[in-house]
């Protein structure tokens, strides 16, 4: 089992850059796959960004292609998002994600093939 807990949200100017880390502790944060996704009331939570166990895959929600990049730190048990060029339509409580994972390029979009969630960091991006 894995804990997750996400830091660095906060209120940001349109244009501007954040960066969200995601601590875990527990089992060995090398076994998982990561994600981080988001969600504003109302709506579903939105695939962000997934990165493989190895950290060697990536992928991308397409409206955060070329403006976020996703990173893991395994000797830190550390999951980054770097979100720059931010936009006001980003504003959404943000979560990471962990599954356990089979060696290889795999990481995961779905949010359903996650089992172990942080609690959210808020991120406010004002016009």
């Known amino acids: 089992q894995v804990q997750l807990v996400e830091s660095g949200g906060g209120l940001a100017q349109a244009g501007g850059s954040l960066r969200l880390s995601c601590a875990a502790s527990?089992?060995?944060?090398?076994?998982?796959?990561m994600g981080w996704f988001r969600q504003v009331p109302g709506k579903e939570r939105e695939f962000v960004a997934a990165?493989?166990?190895?950290?060697?895959?990536?992928g991308y929600g397409d409206s955060v292609k070329g403006r976020f990049t996703i990173s893991r730190d395994d000797a830190k048990n550390t999951l980054y998002l770097q979100m720059n060029s931010l936009k006001p339509e980003d504003t959404a409580v943000y979560f990471c994600?962990?599954?356990?994972?089979?060696?290889?390029?795999?990481?995961?979009?779905?949010?359903?093939?996650?089992?172990?969630w942080g609690q959210g960091t808020q991120v406010t991006v004002s016009s």
């Open positions: 994600a962990a599954t356990i994972s089979p060696a290889g390029p795999f990481y995961y979009s779905d949010s359903h093939v996650y089992n172990y």
């Open positions: 527990g089992r060995t944060f090398r076994d998982y796959a």
């Open positions: 990165i493989s166990w190895s950290g060697g895959n990536t």
